[in-house]
């Protein structure tokens, strides 16, 4: 931000606000109640995923609060949503957010959070991770769901590990077995727009396009910006980031290294990488939500954008203190 002071850019310095306070955001999960923030997740989930139902079957203006998840006056016409696109109100359907990015990294982070989470409520758990689910698929969000596909068969294994009776490891792959072959029939029999709007977002879109929405060119760009100049100043591009002015746009890491340089993107990184290492150990299935919106980062520039990089960090610290409490009762116990 320093190098910068004669080229101020009002978002420049929220975003970077953003980035240099979010993490602090770990000290809060680390002191609240652990069985009161499940309880807040699971409802959020439920509320988050029945209004992007609900915004998907009656329409985003329809439905909007001006005040709550728009600000008054604004429009969702100025969202990154894909607003109109294709003869559809929006691509994606942001929920209580302000887009579809946004509500998806909640979704990652909570899903994998609750699966683990061992509650007499189970029907409301279970309730919540279909809502979470839908409300994923209709945040049009490539970046989240992508990692979400990738971790779940390791999700289900490590679950599966986890039971211990033959009964219990039964149920669980008849409740696979069931889930997919009812996606499945429902897929081949039903003229849903649902199904219909996840093959042309998510399969059609993605093959037709080989730049991934432009981010191989924004990559190249950032990169020919680097390349400007003699070695000192290229050196100190790289370092330091570009003139906030004129620099390169790019989404995910590109977008830290094209304004800040690769000493932050690195810092940035560590700092991302550092809970899910030291909770891997003991939390693996509950980890991969990080993982996975650590993943939609690097190709995203989500962490931009309040409360994304502030609920990775919330997360963290929320397991970060059931896992030294389950320390403290194991030392405990052996005493």
């Known amino acids: ?17 953003v980035l240099i306070f979010s993490p602090l955001a770990i000290g809060i999960g680390y002191k609240i109640n652990i069985n009161t923030f499940y309880k807040i997740i699971v409802i959020s989930m439920i509320i988050t995923g029945l209004y992007s139902v609900l915004q998907w079957t009656v329409g985003l203006e ?55 989470w061992k509650t007499k409520q189970n029907g409301l758990k279970i309730m919540a991770i279909i ?93 020919n910006y680097f390349a400007r100049g003699n070695f000192i100043e290229k050196i100190k591009v790289l370092m330091l980031g570009g003139n906030w002015i004129d620099t390169a746009f790019s989404e995910g890491i590109f977008n830290i290294i094209s304004y800040y340089g690769i000493i932050v993107a690195i810092v940035f990184c560590l700092l991302l990488l550092y809970p899910i290492m030291k909770l891997y150990k003991n939390n693996k299935v509950e980890v991969l939500g990080l993982l996975a919106v650590f993943i939609a980062f690097m190709v995203d520039s ?27 009762e194991n030392k405990e116990l052996k005493i």
Request: avoid cysteine; charge should be positive; hydrophobic fraction near 45%.
């Open 62 to 116: 329809a439905t909007k609060i001006p005040g709550l998840n728009i600000a008054y006056g604004d429009t969702f016409a100025d969202k990154p949503i894909g607003y109109g696109f294709n003869g559809r109100e929006a691509l994606k359907m942001p929920s209580t957010y302000q887009n579809g990015n946004g509500v998806a990294l909640f979704f990652l982070l909570s899903i994998f959070l609750i699966i683990p």
């Open 1 to 17: 931000m320093l190098t910068n002071y004669s080229n101020i850019i009002l978002f420049r310095i929220a975003a970077s606000a």
């Open 302 to 328: 989500s962490f931009n954008y309040p409360p994304g990089l502030m609920n990775y960090f919330l997360i963290a610290g929320i397991l970060l203190q059931r896992q030294k409490m389950k320390q403290l």
């Open 131 to 223: 809502l979470a689910l839908i409300g994923l698929i209709l945040s049009g969000s490539r970046s989240a769901l992508v990692p979400l596909i990738l971790l779940i068969p390791y999700a289900i294994k490590k679950i599966y590990d986890k039971l211990k009776t033959k009964k219990q490891k039964l149920l669980l792959l008849l409740i696979i077995i069931v889930g997919i072959t009812t996606m499945i029939l429902y897929i081949i029999y039903s003229r849903s727009d649902l199904i219909s709007y996840f093959y042309e977002r998510y399969i059609v879109q993605t093959l037709e396009d080989p730049t991934a929405s432009g981010r191989t060119t924004q990559i190249k760009n950032v990169i």
